[in-house]
Nanobody
């Protein structure tokens, strides 16, 4: 059974930084693309960032490009989201997601429970 467990969320002032982590278990982590999504109050879940299985390809939503960095450590079965220059509009629950493909960055089969990120102005 695939499990994804996020951590690292919290309350931060605008302009600050946070790093989210997601530890995966239940399958060979290094074979699959991973992503981060977010859902703000009253809004639909939206894509934020993704990385291919090797980490060699990354993809970002325009809203986070240049501020967020996705990375992965396949030896630790962990994917990270480094978030810098945070804005109040980044406030959301952030979800880790696992693809069933090494290179498909937009379709995901597995989801974590989410971690809350709140950015105060």
């Amino acid at each position: 059974q695939v499990q994804l467990v996020e951590s690292g969320g919290g309350l931060v002032q605008a302009g600050g930084s946070l790093r989210l982590s997601c530890v995966a278990s239940g399958r060979t982590f290094s074979r699959y693309a991973m992503g981060w999504f977010r859902q703000a109050p009253g809004k639909e879940r939206e894509f934020a960032a993704a990385t291919s299985a090797s980490g060699g390809s990354t993809y970002y939503a325009d809203s986070v490009k240049g501020r967020f960095t996705i990375s992965r450590d396949n030896a630790k079965n962990t994917v990270y989201l480094q978030m810098n220059s945070l804005k109040p509009e980044d406030t959301a629950i952030y979800y880790c997601a696992g693809s069933n493909s090494p290179s498909s960055l937009l379709t995901y089969a597995y989801w974590g429970q989410g971690t809350q990120v709140t950015v105060s102005s």
